[in-house]
């Protein structure tokens, strides 16, 4: 007869545990400015320091060919000539579905889904009370959920068209 001390059980993975386990979970921006940063050691500090000025300083036709990388952010998230989208929020959680995919928001945490990483995406409403919940479902069996109160319960025929009109538009585009 072969005994064991401790416990046999296996240590406990996942979310619950580790908030970098779930892909597309981003951590809140640090609030650190640049003069809060740890020291660093003074060879990597001048070389840092030499490749900001070289930015600083392109040369004119450098100026003239690169275009500005606001643009592209302002054109990337401008949402196509009558494209539909759709937002719900409360006063913790935040949702939004556009032409880039379905975003996530609950307090300072985020979540992005572009549409070729989405396998569904379902609603369910409370029986009573009014909470909207959305999950997105991913591929590989992963799904993330979000409640969100609506003002009224009258408002959740109106979110499920209006999110209805998006998925229409959107993630059956990418199912060809």
């Known amino acids: 007869m072969e005994q064991r001390i401790g416990s046999s059980s296996q240590p406990l993975e996942g979310a619950g545990f580790d908030p970098a386990f779930i892909p597309g979970l981003t951590s809140p921006a640090s609030g650190?400015?640049?003069?809060e940063e740890p020291e660093k050691e003074p060879e990597?500090?001048?070389?840092?320091?030499?490749?900001?000025?070289?930015?600083?300083e392109p040369?004119?036709?450098?100026?003239?060919?690169?275009?500005e990388p606001?643009?592209?952010?302002?054109?990337?998230d401008a949402a196509p000539e009558g494209g539909p989208v759709f937002e719900a929020s409360d006063r913790r959680a935040k949702l939004v579905a556009d032409h880039r995919g379905v975003r996530l928001f609950l307090d300072d945490q985020e979540c992005e889904f572009r549409?070729?990483?989405?396998?569904?995406?379902e609603t369910e409403t409370a029986r009573f009370?009014?909470?909207?919940?959305?999950t997105v479902h991913t591929p590989d069996r992963r799904w993330y959920p979000i409640e969100i109160e609506a003002p009224a319960r009258s408002r959740f025929t109106e979110w499920?068209?209006?999110?209805?009109?998006?998925?229409?538009?959107?993630?059956?585009d990418n199912a060809e």
């Open 70 to 76: 606001e643009e592209d952010a302002a054109e990337e």
């Open 32 to 35: 650190r400015t640049k003069d």
């Open 44 to 56: 990597v500090a001048e070389a840092e320091d030499a490749e900001e000025s070289e930015e600083s």
């Open 129 to 134: 009370g009014k909470r909207y919940t959305v």
């Open 160 to 172: 499920d068209s209006q999110l209805d009109a998006v998925l229409d538009a959107y993630f059956d």
């Open 115 to 121: 549409w070729d990483e989405i396998g569904a995406v």
């Open 59 to 67: 040369s004119e036709g450098a100026e003239e060919a690169a275009p």
